[in-house]
């Protein structure tokens, strides 16, 4: 179920490389290659799950809470706690996901508007 030929897999396995921002025993942040605004940082596990839905019914306790804490301190290590930040996670087709490996984004740098877009 879990691809290990995915982009952050290789990441990870240190295959291609990736700028990075904080790694802890549970977890990797590394600036996104496309970035769709002034600071856009992914977080992603070190363990192989697919999803925030795979990584809540499977993940270990210690892995839960070393990501959790890894992603906040990310966001103190980027210095945007102050003025404010997003954390949003795409979970499969309908909200898009393209990696199948869990990741946050960590958006920040300016105003970020509504938290979705109007549509139907
Ligand atoms: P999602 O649509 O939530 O799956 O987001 C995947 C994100 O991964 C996108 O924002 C891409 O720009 C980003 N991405 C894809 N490949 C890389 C890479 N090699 N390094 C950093 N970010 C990447």
């Given at each position: 179920?879990?691809?290990?030929?995915?982009?952050?897999?290789?990441?990870?396995?240190?295959?291609?490389?990736?700028?990075?921002?904080?790694?802890?025993?549970?977890?990797?942040?590394?600036?996104?290659?496309?970035?769709?605004?002034?600071?856009?940082?992914?977080?992603?596990?070190?363990?192989?799950?697919v999803s925030m839905d795979d990584f809540s019914a499977r993940a270990t306790p210690d892995e839960i809470a070393g990501f959790v804490r890894a992603i906040g301190e990310t966001?103190?290590?980027?210095?945007?706690?102050?003025?404010?930040?997003?954390?949003?996670?795409?979970?499969?087709?309908?909200?898009?996901?393209?990696?199948?490996?869990?990741?946050?984004?960590?958006?920040?740098?300016?105003?970020?508007?509504?938290?979705?877009?109007?549509?139907?």
């Amino acid at each position: 179920m879990y691809d290990q030929a995915n982009v952050f897999a290789k990441i990870l396995r240190k295959e291609i490389p990736a700028k990075v921002v904080l790694e802890t025993e549970y977890a990797l942040a590394f600036h996104d290659v496309h970035p769709q605004a002034p600071i856009h940082v992914l977080v992603i596990p070190k363990g192989a799950y697919v999803s925030m839905d795979d990584f809540s019914a499977r993940a270990t306790p210690d892995e839960i809470a070393g990501f959790v804490r890894a992603i906040g301190e990310t966001a103190r290590t980027l210095g945007v706690e102050a003025d404010g930040y997003r954390v949003l996670s795409n979970v499969g087709a309908a909200a898009g996901q393209e990696v199948p490996h869990l990741h946050v984004h960590i958006f920040a740098g300016r105003s970020l508007g509504p938290m979705l877009s109007k549509r139907d």
